[in-house]
């Protein structure tokens, strides 16, 4: 489930660094995420889950790690926001098949009810941003299915459970494959997001080139020196 905000003032004036936030909201015995002991997952549908407390909530300000955020002069007064949680595929399911934008009233009541809940709990860890948010954007599994062409909701690949990082399934997903001409690349041969999707393209052109890449990075690294500007 993603929820992205627009906010009316800079990151500089409410103080947001370009990090991401790993937030777990819920201590204990009751901080499983595998769904069995945390009851947000254990609800029936998202109305129920929406009157829980969401145990893990990702938060970003895009905006932040933006260099070239300020060169627009539209987006000088202005900050962006991404939270991603896990939901249940369940919740939404029942309107996979419904058109996009005309999923009727009860989807989008569902989908609103556990994005503001994930605006809550973020606006509680950033309480600055609460009375500056003015556009709401959320996704449910379905949105993902749809645009990104997913199986059942998910945006980060193959699980990433145990069995996913076992000897094993590691020497398995790898770039070279059985098919000549055929390489596997990003998230799924290393491990999920940005910079796992990052460096899975380095390992797979690695391979290609039979190349010690990373050395190469390395060596470019410490060659770098900036430039130093003329006042």
């Not at 459970?161 to 041969?189: A, C, K, Y």
């Amino acid at each position: 489930m993603s929820v992205f905000l627009r906010l009316s003032k800079s990151a500089e004036e409410l103080n947001l660094a370009p990090q991401n936030t790993w937030a777990f909201m819920i201590i204990g015995n009751n901080a499983s995420m595998a769904g069995t002991a945390c009851d947000f997952f254990t609800q029936e549908n998202a109305y129920d889950a929406a009157e829980k407390n969401i145990p893990l909530l990702f938060i970003s300000f895009p905006c932040t790690k933006d260099p070239n955020w300020n060169n627009r002069p539209e987006r000088r007064e202005k900050c962006t926001v991404a939270n991603v949680t896990f939901v249940n595929l369940e919740w939404f399911e029942s309107w996979e098949d419904k058109p996009l934008k005309r999923r009727g009233n009860d989807y989008h009541r569902a989908k609103k009810l556990i994005g503001q809940k994930m605006i809550d709990q973020t606006c509680k860890l950033y309480p600055q941003i609460e009375d500056c948010i003015d556009f709401i954007d959320i996704g449910t599994p379905v949105t993902n299915n749809h645009y990104i062409n997913s199986t059942k909701g998910e945006i980060y690949g193959l699980d990433h459970n145990v069995t996913r990082f076992s000897p094993e399934s590691s020497s398995r997903l790898r770039p070279e494959t059985d098919i000549s001409g055929l390489w596997m690349s990003g998230q799924d041969v290393l491990m999920c997001g940005f910079t796992g999707g990052l460096f899975g393209g380095v390992l797979t052109s690695a391979a290609m080139l039979k190349r010690d890449l990373f050395s190469d990075i390395w060596k470019l690294r410490s060659a770098y020196k900036p430039s130093q500007k003329k006042e």
